[in-house]
């Protein structure tokens, strides 16, 4: 069966968190199931009372980076990182339709390479996590980029490289809480891979609002 072109890209528009975003063929279109992500790093900074800095790894049109600022005056800042100079155009369109050009600073590099200079608390992210396998049967990934969803042959490529520059030291130095969103489907391995590279880290799942098990926080 031939699937429509998402109505996101037709109107331009995406819904995250009930705010409309500037979205166009260079990003992922916001999914309602990535918004817990955001409630579960906004509930455990306000538990934390304490102002901090958050990161959003691969922020694509920046809708995580934004809402997290829009819904917490904990945050100071947040910056806004992606490999792609296409999402990273979407994204300052973004800040600059919520003024937000002092509290999102958006940087362009390989995952946490923009902000190793800088003093992060929490890092938030949603990484491509589509195996191959996935990426061919689930049609409507073929219409979105394809760097903003496929991470390598299992899916959990990208999410590696994550880690393995994580476990460096100038990075862990003051992180206190790291939100990721990741694949039902390969929550042993990627619980594997967090052990592996963070060894000594306390690891909580969490459920998405289909109950399904997709967001992993690190502490
Ligand atoms: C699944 S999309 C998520 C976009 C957005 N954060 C969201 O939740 O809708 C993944 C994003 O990661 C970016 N990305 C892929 N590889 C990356 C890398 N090595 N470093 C930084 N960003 C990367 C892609 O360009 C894409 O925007």
Redesign the pocket.
């Known amino acids: 069966m031939k699937r429509k072109i998402p109505k996101e890209y037709k109107l331009k528009k995406g819904w995250f968190l009930n705010k409309e975003f500037y979205v166009n063929k260079r990003?992922?279109i916001?999914?309602k199931n990535?918004e817990p992500l955001v409630k579960f790093a906004v509930e455990y900074i306000k538990r934390n009372k304490k102002r901090v800095v958050c990161a959003?790894?691969?922020?694509?049109?920046g809708?995580?980076a934004i809402s997290l600022i829009l819904r917490s005056s904990f945050i100071k800042k947040v910056f806004a990182?992606?490999?792609?100079s296409g999402?990273i155009s979407v994204t300052r369109e973004n800040i600059r339709k919520y003024n937000l050009k002092n509290k999102v600073i958006v940087k362009k590099?390989?995952?946490l390479k923009p902000i190793k200079n800088e003093k992060i608390d929490i890092i938030i992210a949603?990484?491509?996590?589509a195996s191959k396998e996935i990426f061919k049967k689930k049609k409507y990934l073929l219409f979105e980029?394809k760097?903003?969803?496929l991470a390598g042959e299992s899916g959990l490529e990208?999410l590696e490289?994550f880690l393995k520059q994580l476990s460096k030291d100038k990075y862990l130095k003051q992180i206190s809480g790291i939100f990721l969103?990741i694949s039902p489907t390969k929550k042993e391995e990627s619980v594997k891979l967090i052990e592996k590279y963070l060894p000594n880290s306390n690891i909580k799942i969490k459920k998405d609002y289909e109950r399904k098990n997709r967001f992993l926080i690190i502490q």
């Open positions: 990003v992922h916001p999914r990535t959003d790894i691969g922020t694509g049109m809708a995580i990182t992606d490999i792609y999402a590099g390989d995952l949603n990484l491509p996590h980029h760097k903003a969803t990208i490289s969103k």
